[in-house]
């Protein structure tokens, strides 16, 4: 061999090997971060941390797992080699969430500046931006705006039960209950967003489904980069993940501006909907003098995005579960109807408005206890964001994210004995904003808790009631449901019931 080849092959080898030195020492170094504090944890894999299950199995299951393996206070884990602190009682709940929120302010995720629809929106904006425009926001979502939101509800739940009568009863074909119910949610957000009235579920060509459609079905590709920019950001940052899809984000702005220039030509404005009031919020954000118009632009474009990510997985998640637990549990299914009728026959409609639903005590517990069995969140993210003294041993660290695990909560036998079993009567509310002394948390809490709550809880409520007065539900498949291992959140994988007419 050449002398000057064997010394480059030489110098080569050295850099490879002082790399692969450092590297696991930089591991080495991070894997000890729980040990060295006296936390019990999870034990990690290199390169991997806790997060070996990607893509295989769905966080939810994850985070269910962690609680079972360990049923303490709160856990170390590692996403990749981020140490990262889970905490999983009522009690660190409502420090964390809201007793001491000014440590705990932005979530962890990823955002980043080149991505200004994922950076800029409700759910991933950091203070002090973030707390401006939840005051601008919030306005959406007034009991008021509720009402009119309700009645369009009602009529997309009717056009509901006309689609399940069409097209899986009188057609004999099962259904796949989250696309149906990603429909129905995807029409409702459509008009309340934008104020275009398309009726997917009347098989109407919608543009919003054409975004939805994309948002609900999990690839495995969408699913990792939608796991790396929630729970291993620098990654997400090197490979330029966006939180929406380019194809989504173009058709977003499409949509967008499409509804703007309408209004423009016939010179007319709703008050009603979102785009308004993003148009109107606009003229009042304060920015830098130089920031121009383009921000103003995608902080108005961004919350519109988000709206429609926040508004339909969730809800359709919610009433799927919801169907497959009442067609297990056929004496909830008669008292619900039971419920739901006498309601209708005392008001003399065949729609129950905002009020007549919010009071139908047993609907409320049915979807509670859903959301208590099966919250689409399964986690609630924050990153510390100066030193914090959770006790006499242990100080988290600025940077550090801090997870709530609500499933370890919900899941907790001294609270809800047998979690396994899903039963109505035992979570009783006061109201939709009572979280049973932070024991239920489907919503999140504090000052980040989710915006579109009552929306979202109306728009199931709708959707339930008109089912039940219809249709008695039958199993179609086996009680336990796999969970989709791409999605972040939690997501049916085949859920379907059996629709028989009353
Ligand atoms: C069953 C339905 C829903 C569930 C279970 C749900 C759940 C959640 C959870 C757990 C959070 C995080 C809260 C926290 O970190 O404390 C959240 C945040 C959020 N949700 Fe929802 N959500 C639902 C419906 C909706 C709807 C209908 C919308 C919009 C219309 C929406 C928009 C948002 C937004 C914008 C945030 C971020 C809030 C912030 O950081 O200020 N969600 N949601």
């Not at 936390?39 to 894999?45: A, C, G, L, M, S």
């Not at 009522?90 to 969430?97: G, M, S």
């Not at 990792?224 to 929406?244: D, G, N, R, S």
Request: hydrophobic content about 40%; some cysteine; glycine content about 4%.
């Amino acid at each position: 061999m050449d002398v000057a080849f064997s010394s480059i092959l030489q110098w080569i080898i050295l850099f490879i090997t002082t790399c692969v030195i450092l590297l696991l020492g930089f591991f080495y170094h991070k894997y000890s971060y729980w040990k060295t504090r006296g936390v019990p944890y999870e034990k990690p894999f290199l390169f991997f941390g806790n997060l070996s299950f990607a893509m295989r199995k769905s966080v939810w299951d994850f985070c269910l797992e962690v609680k079972r393996k360990h049923p303490r206070d709160y856990v170390g884990i590692f996403l990749a080699w981020q140490p990262t602190l889970l905490v999983q009682t009522p009690e660190l709940a409502r420090r964390i969430l809201v007793k001491d929120h000014e440590y705990f302010q932005d979530r962890f995720l990823y955002s980043r500046k080149s991505d200004p629809l994922g950076s800029l929106n409700l759910f991933t904006l950091k203070n002090p931006k973030w707390s401006e425009m939840r005051h601008e926001i919030s306005p959406m979502f007034t009991a008021n705006r509720l009402k009119n939101y309700t009645k369009l509800m009602n009529m997309n739940a009717v056009e509901l039960v006309r689609k399940i009568q069409r097209d899986y009863v009188d057609a004999k074909k099962t259904v796949d209950l989250k696309e149906l119910f990603s429909m129905y949610t995807s029409d409702t957000v459509a008009y309340t967003a934008f104020g275009i009235r398309v009726s997917v579920l009347n098989d109407q060509p919608s543009p919003l489904w054409y975004i939805t459609s994309h948002m609900v079905k999990w690839t495995f590709w969408r699913g990792f980069e939608f796991t790396m920019i929630f729970l291993i950001p620098a990654v997400a940052a090197i490979l330029k993940f966006c939180f929406f899809s380019p194809k989504a984000t173009e058709y977003i702005k499409k949509i967008f501006w499409d509804v703007v220039n309408d209004r423009n030509k016939v010179g007319k404005s709703s008050d009603k909907d979102l785009v308004n009031h993003l148009l109107k919020l606009k003229e009042n954000l304060k920015l830098p003098a130089d920031s121009g118009s383009e921000l103003a632009d995608n902080l108005m474009l961004a919350q519109a995005a988000v709206f429609i990510l926040g508004a339909i997985a969730t809800s359709a998640t919610t009433l799927s579960y919801a169907l497959h637990e009442l067609a297990y549990n056929s004496e909830a299914q008669e008292k619900l109807f039971n419920e739901v009728s006498k309601a209708m026959v005392q008001s003399g409609k065949d729609v129950l408005e905002y009020e007549e639903l919010v009071e139908l005590k047993y609907l409320s517990a049915c979807i509670n206890e859903t959301l208590r069995k099966y919250p689409p969140v399964a986690y609630l993210d924050r990153q510390c964001s100066k030193k914090y003294k959770l006790n006499d041993e242990l100080i988290i660290e600025k940077g550090v994210p801090v997870f709530v695990n609500v499933l370890a909560i919900h899941y907790d036998e001294n609270i809800y004995p047998e979690p396994e079993k899903w039963r109505p009567e035992r979570i009783n509310v006061s109201s939709d904003n009572d979280n049973l002394n932070f024991t239920f948390l489907p919503f999140g809490e504090g000052p980040r808790f989710c915006i579109g709550k009552r929306y979202g809880l109306m728009q199931v409520r709708a959707a339930l009631a008109q089912i039940i007065l219809k249709y008695q539900l039958k199993p179609a498949v086996p009680y336990n449901i796999k969970t989709d291992p791409y999605s972040v959140m939690l997501s049916p994988d085949k859920c379907s019931v059996k629709f028989v007419e009353r």
